[in-house]
Nanobody, 119 residues
Framework: QVHLVESGGGLVQAGGSLRLSCAASGLTLSTYALGWFRQASGKEREFVARITWSAGSTSYADSVKGRFTISRDNAQNTVYLQMNRLKPEDTAVYYC????????????GGQGTQVTVSS
């Protein structure tokens, strides 16, 4: 069973940067990808970015392309989300998730980390 712990959120002014971390345990050789989602107050959770665990291929939501970068450290079983040029609309709780194998649905395990961007 995968266990995910997010950290690194906080309060930042618009235009600033934050780096989120997700420490994962329970990953296996079948783990396909890890990713980040976010949920703003009163809105549905939305995809932000993902990275395949083996090859490191990345994909991003259009709203964060060019501003956010997802990366991973396989040795530390950690995935990061570097967020630059933050906007107030990036304010949300950010969640880490895992695709435990190719074709699976996303598994969420953490409590999330709050990111608040002030204007």
């Amino acid at each position: 069973q995968v266990h995910l712990v997010e950290s690194g959120g906080g309060l930042v002014q618009a235009g600033g940067s934050l780096r989120l971390s997700c420490a994962a345990s329970g990953l296996t050789l079948s783990t396909y990808a890890l990713g980040w989602f976010r949920q703003a107050s009163g809105k549905e959770r939305e995809f932000v970015a993902r990275i395949t665990w083996s090859a490191g291929s990345t994909s991003y939501a259009d709203s964060v392309k060019g501003r956010f970068t997802i990366s991973r450290d396989n040795a530390q079983n950690t995935v990061y989300l570097q967020m630059n040029r933050l906007k107030p609309e990036d304010t949300a709780v950010y969640y880490c998730a895992a695709l435990l194998f190719y074709g699976s649905t996303w598994s969420y395990g953490g409590q999330g980390t709050q990111v608040t961007v002030s204007s």
